[in-house]
């Protein structure tokens, strides 16, 4: 697997931005304070355990995410933050936009498993067979 480029976390006016960041597992993920104070970020992920200290304003912290998995992050000082890192076997995946919409093109033929994730509302799975010849339009219904 390739490492997801520009994997960055922003911590701005004490929330994380994004909330969701999906990566290829072995990626690094940057994390930037730019708020004008104080962040420690840590994550009790069991497999993907780490804590970076207390980063001052403007500071920018790798940290690799080795394994798969979702890994759930929160601020020391913060509590009332949290974010999540979506660390993927696979270079296939897609952010949602503001709006609800996604698309992914140029995916081999094959069978896949469709899955999205709301940090509040869960998982949706589904499995699907992709062709070249024709295109597929799914829609996912979270509560």
Do not use: W
Request: aromatic share 10%; with cysteine; hydrophobic share 35%.
């Amino acid at each position: 697997l390739s490492p997801t480029p520009n994997a960055v976390i922003t911590q701005k006016a004490e929330t994380f931005i994004p909330i969701v960041t999906p990566i290829t597992r072995g990626s690094t993920v940057y994390i930037l304070n730019e708020d004008n104070q104080y962040h420690n970020v840590y994550s009790r992920t069991p497999r993907a355990s780490f804590n970076i200290g207390r980063r001052p304003p403007g500071a920018m912290y790798p940290q690799k995410i080795q394994k798969a998995g979702i890994v759930k992050l929160f601020c020391d000082i913060h509590d009332h933050m949290q974010a999540y890192i979506i660390s993927l076997n696979t270079p296939y995946f897609t952010r949602v936009r503001r709006d609800g919409s996604y698309d992914m093109t140029n995916l081999p033929d094959g069978r896949y498993r469709a899955e999205v994730f709301h940090p509040k509302l869960g998982r949706s799975t589904r499995e699907i067979n992709l062709s070249a010849s024709k295109s597929i339009h799914l829609n996912f219904s979270l509560a």
